[in-house]
DNA sequence: CGAAGCATTGAAGTGCGTCAACAATCGTGG
DNA sequence: CCACGATTGTTGACGCACTTCAATGCTTCG
């Protein structure tokens, strides 16, 4: 389903045909992958990045004493190491959180399309920046917000991003982590997730069961977060 | 002094003549920008790029209640806003924090030389994603480092990333930064800022006094923040 | 059906925040 | 050159958001 992909790139600017076929041919292969696996390791070189398809992934980052910090997710669409391809190897792992299916793109194709067509090399640079943006946002909630503002800007997030891809709506989206993986997220312990997740269905604000987000009140949502979608660059850009 | 530009690149890969000459040709202008002035605005449309010739500038979000988070640092030789080229608007400020010197660079310039000599705009995507690295490291710090180790660690990096511009030694750097401004890096209260500033005094690792860094046991320093410079790219890379 | 992971709860502790006061330094104008 | 207000740095007392520890029940799945 590189659809998601398309989809995720033509929220943000212009894709003409001849890009899409290139896009549609950079996946040299396509594979399955169980909920665990280490997709990329960090250090390691790499030669293809990979563009995940079906199911959730995340970068991580660990300490010494087992401490581990997830500094993306990533959902169906996204390129979960495109910055690989000029950065050869990664500063993190790639972990799968679900079971999931990616496609294998080729560092050469990928060097070859940015060549032949220079635009499409704009929009994957973009792509990254846009990464990067996010990765801005939860530094602000990891230094400035509060427990709960905290979560309460993931699941706007994530339930936005997945609108785009077609997997949310308004009102909510799968959401199948653990509350370790919520808790490695959010910079909280498993225990205090736990009480911030009730405290927000205290609120009435959301729920979250069977691996279901359900948003009962967007809007007080994302006031409580300060959620603001601009970072995600979602309107149409000329590149 | 574009030469610490040249010194940063240089660093991490091989620049030759011609990309050299295109790289001095892209600044249209230089300027003088005094501490504390705003120097992009969250939002605005962007048609340059600037990059840090003398001084230092940070990237800050907000958010309402007054809170503010520094996401990134800028050393001499930075682009602050390399980024802003693909994606035409940024999702925070940069200021600057000390006086500083400027050279503007028009985004036609640097599409001009993406498209005429490719392997220097991989070089250009490469460094953004260098500086997405960071990012993530800082990640890694807010959501998993106490706040000492944390401290530490933007020593660390900042002491590092000024000696590959001949503005450092092992042994210290210039750190204009007052404790206010150190705690909007680190997601620390001021007063928590200087009571962790006389801790590291205290353990001998470091001494900061009149804008100047001094490390005093650089290993002891690199333990306690778990410091591995690996993220910041610095060996030679093929691009 | 048993084991392992996951969710939940309570009690107690602590790292860091808040508030408040004061000292030191700096920049500026008289 | 000094006066003076503003910014920055420092300290103490106290509070709280979040952590730690520990126990229990609930799922899930060989």
Known sequence: ???????KLRQRTHVSADEEQAIRNSVAETRSV???????????????????LEGWMARVKDLEGGARQ??????????VDLHGFTLKRLDHDVVALTDST????????????????????RIY????NVDAAITRELVLSLGQRSAISRMAHLFCEICRRLEIVGRG?????????????????????????NRTLQELRRRALVELENRQLTIR??????ALAEFDPAYLYLDQHRL
Do not use: K, Y
Not at 1 to 7: D, E, G, N, P, V
Not at 34 to 52: I, K, T
Not at 217 to 222: C, F, Q, S, V
């Open 70 to 79: 997830v500094t993306e997710l990533h959902l169906p669409g996204d390129f």
């Open 1 to 7: 389903m590189i659809t998601a992909h398309l989809h």
């Open 102 to 121: 990616v496609g294998l793109v080729p560092h050469g194709r990928l060097r070859e399309i940015t060549e032949r067509l220079p635009r499409l090399g």
């Open 169 to 193: 709506t308004e009102h909510g989206c799968d959401f199948p982590l653990t509350q370790r993986e919520l808790s490695e997220c959010l910079g909280l312990t498993v225990v205090h997730v």
């Open 125 to 128: 640079w973009f792509m990254t």
């Open 217 to 222: 009140d967007r809007a007080g949502l994302e």
């Open 34 to 52: 169980p909920a665990g696996r280490v997709m990329v390791r960090c250090g390691e070189p790499l030669s293809h990045s990979v563009m995940l």
